[in-house]
């Protein structure tokens, strides 16, 4: 019987019976005698299996060259496989084998310096003899492995910063002990680094490594062409052998953050023509509003950072500040021409050069001042402007800012110039916020100042006339 079928069977003799099969399939069956005599039974487990086949796949890893692992899979088999790997020097055998460990289908060796054998670190071919036996016989096979492309090295240590700048470091850190004494062939390095208020997570720069000593344990290297003064970055080293193909002998990283040093900043607030308010307070003054576009923190390039402004009233010259960090000041002064300066600051210096913006006697601006901007909003983010035309204009301007209900821009204001024979615009914002908007109408170096669109009563009640407005415009 075998799996509880009955099989055919030929009788011997008085106490023998015989079972047959000329071709039979690998197996590992197990076969039953019943004799219905005396109802006595016996059993007979049976192998049929072919001796070992050839590891089709062999592999080796070495951690730093401080242990080898050469692992393989079994192939599948009815009978018990006995494995022996040997490694040779020089022709010769080199004992006592390796008994390999199992994990599941995987066989495995190690090796130590400290091992008998012991892991010959230095050789750069590693030969191996495994012998793969079972009751039907052995197989044998040799392998070689290219041994200094099987290495991973361990990240290199002792990183630290020697020298700082604006715009660079020099960086200076350590490779593994054995990877300088074993490795011939030497390493590569990949450095990367990245931005903290610039890059996301996951995003590094990769920095040309081609320089750097492959052989040298200590290394000095000037990380340079950092964008932004007085900011912080994090670096990432790692090392992999030059004999090395696959990814996964890189070394695991290691990680540096370092703030560079501060500088002035690199360059003004950009500034356009019709960046001014004014309000007449009396027959000989006027107080005046004066906006720029705030550089972006990355190119503070310091602490304390601010803008600072100079206004030029014929003879007088005064410098003022905004407070808070605000991108406008606030100024009286009398009706006569202006001329005003804005360069970007912190604790190091004022930028090299400065924006300019002037502004015309009072008389001068009266012909050019728009009398009514009006705007309608819709709810997926576009905004229809439209404002009285002015005659013999070169061009208009257009700001904008995020709606803070004064009519004035206390953030980052937006600029576009537009055509002179423009008196209407459609322009699409992000819908999550609400905005606020003027336009000025220049003409030369002359302009009538930023007319803003009327605004009635509070910020919700401002919302609630757009909305009415959309049906009527």
């Known amino acids: 019987m075998k799996d509880g079928k009955k099989l055919e069977s030929e009788i011997v003799n008085s106490t023998t019976r015989r079972l047959y099969i000329a071709k039979p399939e690998k197996q590992f069956a197990t076969y039953s005698c019943h004799n219905l005599k005396n109802n006595k039974r016996c059993i007979s487990r049976t192998v049929v299996d072919n001796p070992p086949s050839d590891i089709t796949v062999f592999n080796c890893f070495s951690k730093n060259l401080e242990s080898l692992n050469c692992s393989w899979t079994s192939p599948e088999a009815y009978s018990v496989v006995n494995y022996k790997l040997t490694f040779y020097l020089h022709n010769n055998l080199v004992n006592p084998p390796c008994v390999p460990f199992t994990f599941e289908t995987t066989r495995y060796c190690v090796w130590y310096p400290t091992t008998s054998p012991r892991y010959r670190q230095q050789e750069e071919e590693l030969h191996f003899y495994l012998s793969s036996c079972n009751i039907f016989g052995c197989n044998n096979q040799n392998f070689i492995i290219d041994h200094f492309s099987i290495i991973k090295p361990d990240p290199p240590y002792e990183l630290r910063v020697v020298s700082y700048g604006a715009h660079n470091v020099v960086l200076k850190w350590r490779i593994p002990y054995n990877i300088v004494d074993f490795l011939k062939c030497g390493v590569n390095y990949k450095i990367q680094y990245q931005i903290s208020k610039v890059d996301n997570g996951t995003h590094f720069r ?234 000025s109408a220049n003409r030369g170096v002359n302009s009538g100042g930023m007319t803003w669109a009327k605004i009635y009563g509070s910020q919700v009640d401002d919302r609630l006339v757009d909305c009415v407005q959309r049906g009527n415009y």
């Open 206 to 439: 990769t920095v040309d490594t081609s320089q750097i000593p492959s052989k040298t344990e200590v290394i000095e290297f000037n990380l340079i062409d950092l964008p932004y003064a007085h900011m912080q970055y994090e670096v990432r080293i790692c090392i992999k052998s030059k004999r090395a193909a696959s990814e996964e002998f890189w070394s695991d990283y290691t990680f540096l953050e370092f703030t560079t040093l501060a500088e002035r900043p690199i360059r003004p607030p950009k500034m356009i023509a019709g960046a001014f308010d004014q309000n007449i307070v009396s027959n000989n003054e006027r107080v005046i509003k004066v906006y720029w576009q705030d550089i972006k923190e990355i190119e503070e390039a310091g602490p304390e950072f601010t803008y600072k402004v100079q206004i030029s009233d014929g003879d007088t010259t005064n410098t003022i500040y905004p407070t808070n960090g605000k991108s406008y000041v606030t100024f009286k002064t009398s009706l006569d021409a202006l001329d005003v300066y804005v360069w970007s600051a912190n604790i190091n210096g004022s930028s090299e050069n400065s924006s300019y913006i002037y502004i015309p006697p009072e008389k001068d601006t009266r012909n050019l001042k728009i009398n009514s901007l009006r705007k309608v909003a819709y709810e997926n983010g576009t905004y229809e402007l439209w404002w009285d035309d002015v005659k013999d204009v070169d061009n208009y301007t257009l700001f904008w800012c995020k709606h803070n209900g004064d009519q004035t821009c206390s953030g980052r204001i937006e600029f576009a110039v537009l055509d002179s024979r423009q008196a209407r615009h459609v322009i699409d914002l992000p819908k999550d916020d609400v905005y606020q908007f003027a336009v």
